[in-house]
């Protein structure tokens, strides 16, 4: 009988197990060597100087702007200490309508229909001493502290925002406090996106700032539960050889005096992939989508594959009266069935990505063309390689 009753008991926590799914997050903490955001030209540059574990979002939406921070190092006059860990993150939001966020890949995606739990630790600094694109030519520094909101994605792609998760009130603690979000997506996602935000409505741009860390994990719950909440966090009070001495004054760089690295712009033209001419091209054009990768056998795009894709988002943002068709082929070697849909999905997140980017959903169509229309022979791996790819198709062109 007590082998039953235990048996019992083994399936049902099994059971439960089963249904609750647990996500963690890589590096949740950031946990990294404190450093300011450097700037960089390209996905591959930003790739290699990323926050471990995490992905700046800025070199796709604001090429030319600064990356988030590590702390604690005093810097931007930001003496606070971490509420877990060694170092924690620093985003902000610029006077000239761009902000920062970081991105990650998940372990398990989010399902549609289910609920979640997530928390995070978020707080402001007195502090946050620097320059401002708007006024770069004066030499003066401003203080980025007028309260940001905290805003969670959920998307396709690195960095995609199909799905507004969660959204704080304006974070004007100065201490850390622990905000809590139940989490509803209406749709799966592989991506989730962490990101510093203005309090809306704004009709102004302003700098601000805000402290994120110790993410939780992604924990499902019921649904029906309300576990929304927001608490302080507990102070941490350091031994006396670990507390950081406050500088009585801060030193600000007069305008002859070496830029700040935030300050510095990088203006040179970027190289274009594609090409896309208004004038050469015409209805019933087929062009094959160079410098654009998947990792093998799945619809996940590689982030090198944002420069080629932005150009594409563009050209059509700059011609409102274009439509097209994405897409996808492979090579012939899998089954039918299997190369319908891998391709079919490869080219619906192209598609969508250029839709989160902000290109109407009416002027993009995709579909996937399988195996069946090969341009080399399927029998040497060079023609594979050729087989399989992303086209765009130019259906309209309203002149």
Known sequence: MRSLLFVIISFCAMGMNAQFDTISLRNSSFEDTPRQGGLYENAAQAQQNNIRGWYDCGIMHFKGESAPDIHPNNYWANTKQPSHGKTYLGMVTRDNDSWESVSQELSSPLKAGQCYSFSVELSKSERYISRSRQDQGSGRTYNYTTPVVFRLWGGYGYCGAAELLAESTPVNNSNWKTYTFKLSPKANYRYLKLEAFYKVPVLIPYNGHILVDNCSKLIQVNCEDDIASVKDFPVKVLPPHKRVKKKPKIKVKRSNEKPAEEATVFTRPQK?????????????????????????????????????????????????????????HTNGTPTHKYCDRLSTDRAKIVAEYLIEKGIPSKRLTYKGYGKRKAIASNFTSEGRKKNQRVEIKILTIDS
């Open 272 to 328: 274009k992939i594609l090409n896309l001419d208004r004038k050469t091209i015409r209805e019933g054009q087929t062009i094959e989508i160079q410098n654009l990768y998947f990792k093998a056998d799945v619809a996940s795009i590689n982030m090198e594959s944002y420069e080629v894709l932005d150009e594409i988002y563009d050209f059509l943002k700059s011609n409102s009266d274009i439509t097209v068709e994405i897409g996808g």
